[in-house]
């Protein structure tokens, strides 16, 4: 069968329902009943950050989506992006170089890696990382499966980061599922002699926050990152606004806590991300609980 096939392939379907299905995603308007992964599955829950751009991109901007992808891994986060030309490639390269995984979303199976001559990357990210796919394989890489594509880059990610987008870019698209979703969008600055920025400071304009090195999207996001999760007071835990909403054994939908404790978008999603690091709640498919701990 094709299920056969697909798993003698290293391909296997990840359902809406499975624990390892990520939360954050479950919580967008559109998830995808089903994901299919090639990879270390379990890099879907830790926290991550989108960095997406040009696919014709200039030196300048290949440079900074690398040291971003770098800088971000190397304090342990996610880079996800759309495995394409330009932005997208060397954002994944650069946090392979570093310590923490990357995924790659594709707008094909996982068995039609596009563009081709990313063959070598894709296994590289899936050796380390995670390669994710709503579609089946087999599936071609037709022009309408990338924007949706995009809402899946930022519907496992906390933050998106546009680096040099012209005002036509694909980019934009993503950043527009990402305020959809609650999550924070983020900007390179770039050249004005050129159009190739006019999309990025469209985004700078309308609030985005400037980046410029992965300092400013930690920053950005409110994250501290624990030196020692486990270590936390017990005082700060007793206090903590959202833990205190949380009933051990109930199950929590993102748009609950948010309701119930007045805060919202990507402050929430990080503040629970540092929990789970601290080993106070855990995620499933189904949203987040709080652990006993003794």
């Known amino acids: 069968t094709a299920l056969v096939a697909a798993r003698a392939a290293g391909i296997e379907p990840v359902p809406w329902d499975d624990p390892r299905f990520p939360a954050l995603l479950n919580c967008i308007p559109d998830p ?3 994901l ?3 990879g270390d599955v379990d890099t879907l829950a830790r926290p991550t950050v989108a960095i997406v751009g040009s696919r014709a991109a200039t030196p300048y901007a290949l440079d900074v989506a690398y040291r971003l992808g770098q800088e971000l891994s190397d304090r342990g986060m996610v880079v996800a992006s759309g495995l394409a030309r330009g932005v997208d490639s060397a954002a994944h390269r650069g946090c392979l170089a570093g310590v923490a995984p990357t995924v790659a979303v594709l707008g094909s199976g996982l068995d039609r890696i596009y563009p081709s001559e990313h063959q070598t990357l894709a ?3 899936s050796d380390k990382g995670l390669l994710v796919s709503e579609l089946g394989p ?9 924007p949706l ?4 880059i930022s519907g496992i990610s906390l933050a998106v980061v546009v680096v040099e987008a012209s005002e036509k870019s694909g980019s934009l698209i993503t950043a527009r599922c990402a305020l959809e ?5 983020l900007a390179v600055p770039g050249s004005v002699l050129s159009g190739r920025n006019r999309g990025s400071h469209s985004l700078l304009k309308d609030g985005a926050k400037v980046v410029e090195s992965a300092v400013d999207i930690l920053e950005g996001l409110g994250w501290p990152m624990p030196e020692a999760p486990r270590a936390l007071p017990s005082k700060l835990l007793i206090s903590d606004n959202l833990l205190a ?5 109930e199950v929590y939908r993102l748009d609950e806590l948010m309701e119930l404790t007045g805060v919202t978008g990507t402050k929430l999603l990080a503040r629970l991300m540092e929990l789970e690091l601290a080993g106070l709640i855990t995620q499933s498919g189904s949203g987040f609980s709080r652990r006993l701990v003794t």
Do not use: T, Y
């Not at 594509?149 to 899946?152: A, D, E, F, L, S």
């Not at 979703?181 to 969008?185: A, C, E, K």
């Open 138 to 146: 087999g599936a071609m890489p037709l022009p309408e499966h990338f």
């Open 32 to 34: 995808p009943p089903l």
């Open 149 to 152: 594509r995009n809402r899946i």
């Open 245 to 249: 909403k949380m009933e051990i054994g």
């Open 181 to 185: 979703q609650g999550r924070d969008v």
């Open 36 to 38: 299919w992964v090639r």
């Open 123 to 125: 296994r590289e990210i």
